[in-house]
C-alpha cells in the first residue's frame, strides 16, 4: 500500500505542476494580447482644406484606415465621393484612376484630396469634415 500512496503522492504532484504550466501559458498569452492591443491607435481629425496633409504619430504603421465621422468611405451623388479607405505599407489607397488618396508613411500617415477628375472625387482633407482612422502598427 505504501507503493500505492506514493504513486497517488505523484500523481497530485504531476497534476499540480501542469495546471501550473497550463497557468502560466494562459498568462503568457493574455500578456500578448495586451502587447497586441497597444499597437492600435484611434484617432480623429477635422480637414483644414489643404490639398495634402500628414500626420506624424510616431509609429509605422501596417495598415491606417479612416472613414469619415459618419462611418462612410465614400458615397456616390453624381460622381463617386472618397470620404476614407484602407491603405497598408506599400499599397496606398488609390482611386480607380490610380491617383493616391491615403499612404502610410514611416511615422505615420497621409491624404491628399487630389483626384477630382474622371467621374470622382477625393475628400480626406475636406474643410470642416471629420475624420476617425484606426492605425494598426
Keep these: 500500500t505504501d507503493f500505492n500512496q506514493d504513486n497517488a503522492k505523484i500523481d497530485a504532484a504531476l497534476a499540480a505542476k501542469?495546471?501550473?504550466?497550463e497557468f502560466s501559458a494562459l498568462s503568457a498569452d493574455v500578456q500578448q494580447?495586451?502587447?497586441d492591443?497597444?499597437?492600435i491607435t484611434i484617432g480623429s481629425y477635422t480637414g483644414?482644406?489643404?490639398?495634402?496633409?500628414s500626420f506624424n504619430l510616431g509609429v509605422y504603421p501596417q495598415a491606417v484606415l479612416i472613414m469619415c465621422s459618419y462611418g462612410a468611405t465614400g458615397y456616390h451623388y453624381?460622381?463617386?465621393?472618397?470620404?476614407g479607405g484602407l491603405a497598408l505599407r506599400g499599397k496606398p489607397a488609390k482611386t480607380q484612376q490610380g491617383d493616391v488618396f491615403i499612404s502610410v508613411t514611416s511615422n505615420g500617415f497621409s491624404v491628399s484630396d487630389e483626384g477630382h477628375?474622371?467621374?470622382c472625387s477625393v475628400l480626406?482633407?475636406?474643410s470642416e469634415y471629420v475624420y476617425y482612422y484606426i492605425v494598426f502598427s
Design 37 to 39: 492591443l497597444t499597437k
Design 48 to 53: 483644414n482644406g489643404n490639398v495634402t496633409r
Design 117 to 119: 477628375d474622371n467621374g
Design 33 to 35: 494580447i495586451q502587447a
Design 18 to 21: 501542469a495546471e501550473q504550466s
Design 124 to 126: 480626406l482633407n475636406y
Design 78 to 83: 453624381s460622381r463617386f465621393m472618397h470620404l
